[in-house]
C-alpha cells in the first residue's frame, strides 16, 4: 500500500481546513472559548445602557395654504420651492411633501441625535430670510415641531361593502374613544371617512325674489351658530352664568335661520334654499 506525503494532505484541505485543522487539534482553543465567552459577560455587565433610551429624531411639518389653486400648481409654486430651501439647511436628512388642492405640506426630518430646539431654529431663519420668496395668494408657513414619539405604534384600516364612509368614520371615533382610555396612550388620530355635514342648496330667484345675496346668507349662518358668554348674575350667594345664543344640532335648526325681514315678515333659510341633512 502507498501513501501520500503529509504535504499532499495539506494541500487538499486549503488554508481555511489547515486552520480550523490546527484549532482542532491545539490545546488552545478551549481556553480561547473561554476567554470569549467571559469578554462577552464582561462587555453585557460593564457597557452602559438606558432602561427606556430616548432617540432624538427631530421632525418638523411645514403647512401652507394657497386657496383656489390646483395641486399641480401648489406642488410647482410652494412644494418644490421649499423642498429646495430645506435641503440647503445643514443636518437634513430627508424632505417629503404633499400637494393637494390649496394646501402643502412639507416634512422635515433631520439626522439622528440633532438638538431639537436648534433644528426649529434652523428652519426658522431659513423660511424668514425668504420671506420676500412666497408667492401671492400663499399664507405664511405653520410650523409644527414633531418627534420620534409622534410615530404612531398602530395603525387600523375600517373598510365595508355594506356601510359608507360616515358610518365607518363614526365607528373609528367610538374605538378611538375607547383606546383614549387604554393606560400611557398619549394620542389617537382619525384620517379619512366622512364627517356628518349640512348642505344648502340656494336658490337664486329665490334669494333674488327677497333681495337677498348668497353673501348675507353666510354672514346669517355664521351669526346664527355662535354661543356666547354674557356675563354673570348672583343671586343667594350663586353665581349663575348667563350664555346667547347655541349651535346648530340638525338640519332644521339651520333650515330655521332668520336671514332677514321682507315685506314686515321674516325670511328663513329654508325659504330660499334646500336642506339636506347628510347623516
Do not use: C
Not at 433610551?53 to 410647482?76: F, K, W
Not at 405640506?105 to 431663519?125: A, M, N, P, T, Y
Not at 373609528?172 to 396612550?185: G, L, T, W, Y
Not at 346669517?220 to 351658530?225: P, S
Request: proline fraction near 6%; hydrophobic fraction near 40%.
Amino acid at each position: 500500500m502507498n501513501r501520500q506525503p503529509h504535504h499532499d494532505h495539506d494541500a487538499a484541505r486549503g488554508i481555511a481546513g489547515r486552520l480550523a485543522h490546527s484549532f482542532v487539534n491545539s490545546k488552545l482553543t478551549p481556553l480561547l472559548i473561554v476567554a470569549s465567552v467571559l469578554l462577552g459577560l464582561f462587555s453585557v455587565l460593564l457597557l452602559p445602557r438606558e432602561e427606556e433610551p430616548q432617540i432624538r429624531v427631530p421632525m418638523i411639518d411645514l403647512l401652507v395654504a394657497m386657496p383656489g389653486s390646483s395641486a399641480q400648481e401648489v406642488d410647482n409654486r410652494v412644494s418644490s420651492p421649499i423642498e429646495r430651501l430645506m435641503w440647503e439647511i445643514p443636518g437634513v436628512e430627508y424632505v417629503y411633501s404633499t400637494s393637494s388642492p390649496g394646501r402643502s405640506l412639507v416634512i422635515v426630518r433631520f439626522e439622528v441625535g440633532q438638538d431639537i430646539e436648534r433644528s426649529l431654529v434652523k428652519v426658522q431663519q431659513k423660511l424668514q430670510g425668504n420671506y420676500d420668496r412666497i408667492p401671492s395668494g400663499v399664507s405664511a408657513p405653520l410650523v409644527k415641531v414633531r418627534s420620534i414619539d409622534d410615530v404612531p405604534i398602530l395603525a387600523l384600516t375600517f373598510h365595508s361593502a355594506l356601510y359608507d364612509h360616515m358610518t365607518l368614520r363614526r365607528l373609528a371615533s367610538e374605538v378611538a374613544a375607547r383606546v383614549k382610555r387604554i393606560p400611557e396612550v398619549a394620542e389617537t388620530r382619525i384620517i379619512g371617512g366622512l364627517r356628518r355635514s349640512v348642505r344648502v342648496q340656494l336658490d337664486p330667484a329665490k334669494l333674488a325674489s327677497r333681495s337677498l345675496s348668497p353673501t348675507e346668507v353666510m354672514g346669517a349662518l355664521r351669526q346664527a351658530n355662535d354661543q356666547r358668554s354674557a356675563g354673570s348674575l348672583t343671586m343667594r350667594d350663586t353665581d349663575l352664568i348667563v350664555q346667547t345664543g347655541a349651535f346648530f344640532e340638525n338640519a332644521r335648526d339651520v333650515g330655521n335661520t332668520v336671514l332677514g325681514v321682507y315685506q314686515g315678515l321674516p325670511v328663513y333659510l329654508r325659504d330660499v334654499a334646500k336642506i339636506v341633512d347628510d347623516a
